[in-house]
């Protein structure tokens, strides 16, 4: 009777069995695990892992980082925010603090691997730590002025520095905008943060958000303060008058009133020609 293999012999029957593979239960197949349902990038090695942790001056820290996973270690920060209610010393007017300063990247001769440019969906974008004048506070962070270091050997237009102020942190320094008068004074807590001679930007205002990274390396007096906010309403004056005398009227600071709610005061006769000429509703 033929076997199994058919009428084969038996020698041949034997070697059969011995290379054909067995019909047994298998083991089961390897728990797929998905990168893409995971999260992960495809073919990435690098994952954003969440990071807690307090600074020495007490100040509760939440930040995103990225993770490389083959190393094991993290390679730099994605989201950094701070918890504001542990913030032990608040903000004050007149303080001097490094946060960051960003605009559009208008550089043409940046290199490629610049580190402080980054490309977003809605174009270049060029991010510093810069040194600021806190103004006032508002109700998500300070509003502050940026400063900005005062090179010898460079310039900048005469048009630029009239919309600046200079500050040093010693009496030697005569500044570089003499319509403003002497330099202003301030005080620095470390010489290595110390912005030394810089040019205040009073018409470019920084908000900055409380949650963000703020380092206080130093302050103004308030007489120096004082001084400031004269130079600074000096200016934003200049500022509205130039922008009144575009519609054809006379710009006069108002004194004395504050709106009050659901109350509209009468059109003055400036407002009215203004209001006519542009058909704006102010």
């Known amino acids: 009777m033929p076997g199994p ?3 084969v012999p038996k020698a041949h029957e034997d070697a059969l069995r011995r290379n054909t593979r067995s019909r047994g239960i298998s083991a089961p197949p390897p728990i797929r695990r998905s990168p893409r349902l995971a999260g992960i990038p495809a073919d990435s090695d690098f994952v954003l892992s969440s990071k807690r942790f ?7 820290i939440h930040s995103t980082v990225v993770f490389d996973r ?9 989201a950094y925010r701070v918890n504001k209610n542990t913030r032990k010393k608040p903000f004050f007017p007149g303080q001097i603090i490094q946060a960051f300063d960003a605009h559009p990247q ?46 010898p050997g460079k310039s900048k237009p005469a048009q630029r520095l009239a919309e600046m102020a200079s500050i040093c942190d010693d009496n030697k320094w005569k500044g570089r905008t003499p319509w403003a008068g002497q330099p202003l004074q301030m005080t620095i807590y470390s010489p ?26 130093g302050f103004i007096s308030g007489g120096e303060y004082a001084r400031l906010m004269r130079l600074l309403h000096h200016k934003e004056t200049q500022a509205r008058a130039a922008a009144f005398h575009v519609y054809g ?19 003055p006769k400036a407002k009215a020609n203004m ?3 542009t058909g704006m509703r102010w």
């Open 5 to 7: 293999f058919g009428d």
């Open 54 to 60: 307090f600074t020495p001056e007490g100040l509760g």
């Open 70 to 78: 083959k190393k094991g270690e993290w390679r730099g920060e994605w």
């Open 106 to 151: 208008t550089v043409l001769d940046k290199t490629l691997d610049d580190p402080c440019i980054a490309q977003v969906a809605a174009g270049p974008v060029f991010a510093k730590v810069r040194a600021m004048i806190v103004i006032n506070l508002t109700a998500d962070g300070i509003f502050c002025l940026p400063m900005y270091t005062s090179k």
């Open 192 to 217: 290595r943060d110390s912005p030394n001679r810089s040019l205040i930007e009073l018409l470019q205002p920084v908000h900055v958000l409380s949650a963000s990274r703020i380092i206080p390396i």
């Open 249 to 267: 009227e006379t710009y006069l600071p108002i004194t004395g009133w504050a709106p009050k709610p659901r109350i509209h005061r009468p059109y």
């Open 275 to 277: 209001h006519n000429r």
